[in-house]
């Protein structure tokens, strides 16, 4: 005799062996790893099998995620989550008029918010820029262990779990007595996310500590350059946080770590560099079109100068 089994379920048995001992249990989430579903070439962000040496993500791995030259392909690591609350809604249902035969025919939307006591203002500043992009999450409980999705179909790639489209939104709580001001991040994950699809990576099976890894900063020249001659420049440079005025200089730079473009004629342009003093960068360069626009890049996305990494924010101005 032959069983049929509902459409969701696939062709074949769902079988339960022995599990005791053998699960993974994912515990209480205290960091997320925040990701655009797809880069700009249209491509899935994801971990693939591949991406594992020996069963194991290497260092590597992980490096080229947070400091990737494109933002779109990068890595946005949140940290230290508290009251964290994901729980799902009733269920709807429908019935007879009789009210018999009562059956599910929806589940209901996981939402998802969480606190986050460090950034401030300039913290949430950054967070509302994602607001209009596709989103997704791969959530990291306090054991270190990662938690993405699968899909039936492709079985090979660990994908983060989607948020609903124009659904992120943070948000800051102003302090109440004693307590500091917090950042609130509230999103409602994407129907198609189905918690039975859902794998985990333990940390035994990550190179690296996934509750604490650091993402880049901002760091944003001051506007605007001085010092504009036919052949020099001065750029002060700064770390978004940090009180009004007085961001944080970021010193010790040499000329290997900047481009410095001439967009009009889409060329690279050969320099020098002083600081002359803490954060204050005098360039030097040949004499350029007056009125071509120029641009301080940054040459290589996310190095590691000190425990943090930047990016630097591109400013431009014209030649004279």
């Given at each position: 005799m032959s069983a049929s089994f509902c459409g969701c379920g696939g062709s074949t048995n769902g079988n339960t062996g022995t599990v005791t001992g053998k699960g993974i249990t994912f515990k209480k989430s205290v960091s997320?790893?925040?990701?655009?579903?797809?880069?700009?070439?249209?491509?899935?962000?994801?971990?693939q099998e591949s991406d594992f040496v020996d069963g194991v993500l290497p260092q590597s791995f992980i490096?080229?995620?947070?400091?990737?030259?494109?933002?779109?392909?990068?890595?946005?690591?949140?940290?230290?989550?508290?009251t964290v609350d994901s729980v799902r809604g009733d269920r709807a249902l429908s019935s007879a008029e009789t009210g018999e035969n009562t059956q599910t025919t929806a589940v209901a939307v996981r939402?998802?918010?969480?606190?986050?006591?460090?950034?401030?203002?300039?913290?949430?500043r950054n967070l509302e820029r994602f607001a209009c992009d596709e989103l997704a999450v791969y959530l990291i409980d306090n054991c270190g262990t990662l938690k993405g999705e699968v899909k039936r179909t492709d079985l090979t790639n660990l994908r983060p779990?989607?948020?609903?489209?124009?659904?992120?939104?943070?948000?800051?709580?102003?302090?109440?007595?004693?307590?500091?001001?917090?950042?609130?991040?509230?999103?409602?994950?994407?129907?198609?996310v189905r918690d039975s699809n859902c794998e985990l990576v333990p940390s035994g099976n990550m190179a690296f500590d996934a509750c604490d890894l650091d993402g880049l900063?901002?760091?944003?020249?001051?506007?605007?350059?001085?010092?504009?001659?036919?052949?020099?420049?001065?750029?002060?440079?700064?770390?978004?946080?940090?009180?009004?005025a007085s961001k944080r200089l970021q010193t010790g730079l040499v000329i290997t770590d900047f481009v410095i473009y001439n967009v009009t004629t889409d060329s690279v342009i050969a320099g020098a560099v002083v600081e002359s003093s803490a954060g204050v960068y005098d360039f030097t360069i040949p004499a350029q079109t007056?009125?071509?626009?120029?641009?301080?890049?940054q040459a290589t996305?996310?190095?590691?100068?000190?425990?943090?990494?930047?990016?630097?924010v591109v400013q431009s101005f014209d030649a004279v």
């Open positions: 997320m790893i925040l990701v655009f579903k797809k880069d700009t070439t249209g491509e899935l962000n994801v971990i490096d080229d995620k947070l400091n990737n030259s494109d933002p779109s392909k990068r890595w946005y690591p949140i940290n230290q989550l508290t939402p998802f918010s969480a606190m986050v006591e460090y950034g401030g203002c300039v913290f949430l779990l989607a948020i609903a489209l124009n659904n992120w939104y943070p948000n800051e709580i102003w302090a109440q007595g004693d307590e500091n001001g917090m950042v609130n991040i509230q999103f409602e994950f994407d129907s198609r900063l901002n760091l944003v020249p001051d506007n605007p350059f001085t010092n504009i001659t036919a052949t020099t420049f001065s750029a002060t440079l700064r770390l978004e946080y940090g009180p009004f007056a009125a071509d626009k120029i641009e301080l890049r996305t996310g190095v590691q100068y000190t425990k943090q990494g930047f990016e630097l």
